[in-house]
């Protein structure tokens, strides 16, 4: 058995295990991955200030996220397909969270519904929203959404148009994967995948095949999202649906500042900072990169959490001493769903809070509300600007 000491270890296990089309789906970005790139390599541009003969026992990673108590300020952000890197996936990857005490975030693009989760957990998670042409499908997802008394509603703003992922259209990435030579001869060396997922509840999207009417292809979801997404989503239909949703939002993209203070006026609870992993806009800055002048433009007006690039409990720090309030975590998760499954996101979760614990002691902190610039080295040059 593998010595785990970090997510890398986890990552390479992950690749071992998963089909290729649903590992090249988690690992890429869009067109040349620049972003996706930059998410996890300009944290490594943030040094941290260490401090000795500190008093360092005691040490809590306890915190909020939109009210929520969380073990660490942690949560697992919506991924699509989750179900697809392992049997059942959200349902692992939830059962996991909530034994950890963190929160966990379906994706609209789950292969396990919201019913499912739901069902198999028995605890409110926050369910992540994507904006459709169909309102009516909307409104009931959102119905269905309150049914299964999800505490959250993650409404996703830069995904109104799909980016470019060149290794998703050459793999014809689907769920289930369509049976092509090429994907026949790497599902045969994928053979324990395969018997875990012949046992699976579902290998469908779960919130979208027998809700939508009028999808011509449901297993696909470059066709499904080129029909359906709203390109016309504006702030007035996002306040439009923060209020039918009537709880507590988060509103997950933003990165600008203009954005972030536009998301405070309309009364978001919390915003993410998030390029959506470098799977969107290539060429946009990192999120570690514009979190400094997003913090500067909203301060205390509105909870700022950050995602994409996080893959160590030092880049949780990072994040925090620079302002953000939570963080998201979402290929770090997969590469252990998809490894080991539930044991697999247990062991990303542990991996990333002992990291998170052990750098707070050494930088002289006991606890992660403390956590400020005074424990970093900024480039000067770092925060993104605009001319």
Known sequence: MAVITNIEDLKRIYERRVPRMFYDYAESGSWTEQTFRDNSSDFDLVRLRQRVAVDMSGRSTASQMIGQDVAMPVALAPVGLTGMQHADGEIKAAQAANDFGVPFTLSTMSINSIEDVAEATGRPFWFQ?????DTDY????????KAAKCSALVITLD???LGQRHKDLKNGLSAPPKLTPR???????????????????????GNIVGHVHGISDTSSLG????EQFDPSLDWGKVEKLMEQ????VILKGILDAEDAKMAAKLGADAIVVSNHGGRQLDGALSSIRVLPEIMDAVGSDIEVHLDSGIRSGQDVLKALALGAKGTMIGRAFVYGLGAMGQAGVTKALEVIHRELDITMALCGE?????????NLLVPEDFGGRWA
Do not use: C
């Open 223 to 226: 066709a499904w999202t080129a």
């Open 245 to 248: 949703w009537g709880g507590k």
């Open 183 to 205: 994907t026949i001869a790497n599902l045969m060396t994928k053979w324990a995948w395969g018997i875990e997922m012949l046992g699976a509840k579902r290998r469908h999207f």
């Open 366 to 374: 006991k606890n992660v509300a403390n956590l400020g610039r005074h």
């Open 138 to 145: 909307i409104s009931r997802l959102i119905e269905r959404a």
């Open 129 to 133: 929203l994507y904006t459709m042409k």
């Open 159 to 161: 995904l109104q148009i």
